[in-house]
């Protein structure tokens, strides 16, 4: 969710968007799913809602799950939670099978490379990262880009700055 975060508030400040609701809308968007594996997003949805957030947010996060919520992403915050969502946990799995295990140095290169390989992050759906770059109008490589430089500005924040000490 961090990654997310730090992702859609880049995309924010680079769009011209309300920084502060993109990246609480990206560190909200999975908050109920360990808790509630089988309600979400639906769950976390009902408390937002009962809670006053702005149904700019509860609807970006209904869009990222379209097969459970029937809510497809449309708007420039909803098309980038989804694009951004699948693709910050491949990133991080490439970072996390480097001898440094440092999200700044890994390149666009390793992480298309590692797309082609099925077995690497199987649960993570190809298509989806596909999809997700379209939705914003980039090439999937391009994007890539944009995640690893948004979560490289982050990376000790993420777990992911490496293993020196």
Known sequence: MLAVEACLRWYAIRLGEDEELWG???LLHDFDYEQHPD???LWG???LESQGWPSEVV???ASHYEAKTGV????????????CDEVTGFVAAV???RPDKDVRNVE????????KTPSFAAAVCREDLAVGAELIGLA???HIANVLAAMSAHAEALGLGGTAV
């Open 59 to 61: 609807r970006a996060i």
């Open 72 to 83: 497809a992403p449309e708007s420039p915050l909803e098309r980038h939670l989804f694009a």
């Open 140 to 142: 999937l490589e391009e």
């Open 39 to 41: 309600e979400h997003p």
């Open 108 to 115: 666009v290169k390793s992480v298309v490379k590692k797309l």
């Open 24 to 26: 609480l809308t990206g």
């Open 95 to 97: 970072s996390y099978v």
């Open 45 to 47: 949805m009902r408390l």
